[in-house]
Nanobody, 118 residues
Framework: QVQLVESGGGLVLAGGSLRLSCTAS????????MGWYRQAPGKQRESVAI???????NYRDSAKGRFTISRDSAKNTVYLQMNSLRPEDTAVYYC????????????WGQGTQVTVSS
């Protein structure tokens, strides 16, 4: 069973930065796509940033220009660098890994809390 372990969340003032890390229990090259999602209280989980196996990235509009997703295959780790944080970025952030073959197999981390205060 694949395990994804997130770290790096916390409390930060608006305008500040945080870097989230997600370390997988196996080689991240085995995943078709990895990404970061978030869920605020009373809201649905939403995609923040994704990175495909070839390395292409995609961001939700509100994250463009502020967040950067990257990876270190040697460490089996995916990162989310978040700059210019806003109170509306407050949420639990989840790491995701998908394997897409004949079916979709999806894995989630346990989540890490990000709180941005004004």
């Amino acid at each position: 069973q694949v395990q994804l372990v997130e770290s790096g969340g916390g409390l930060v003032l608006a305008g500040g930065s945080l870097r989230l890390s997600c370390t997988a229990s196996e080689s991240i090259s085995s995943f078709t796509v990895m990404g970061w999602y978030r869920q605020a209280p009373g809201k649905q989980r939403e995609s923040v940033a994704i990175i495909s196996r070839p390395g292409s990235t995609n961001y939700r509009d509100s994250a463009k220009g502020r967040f950067t997703i990257s990876r270190d295959s040697a460490k089996n780790t995916v990162y989310l660098q978040m700059n210019s944080l806003r109170p509306e970025d407050t949420a639990v952030y989840y790491c995701n890994a998908d394997i897409v073959k004949s079916t979709l197999v999806r894995y989630w981390g346990q989540g890490t809390q990000v709180t941005v205060s004004s």
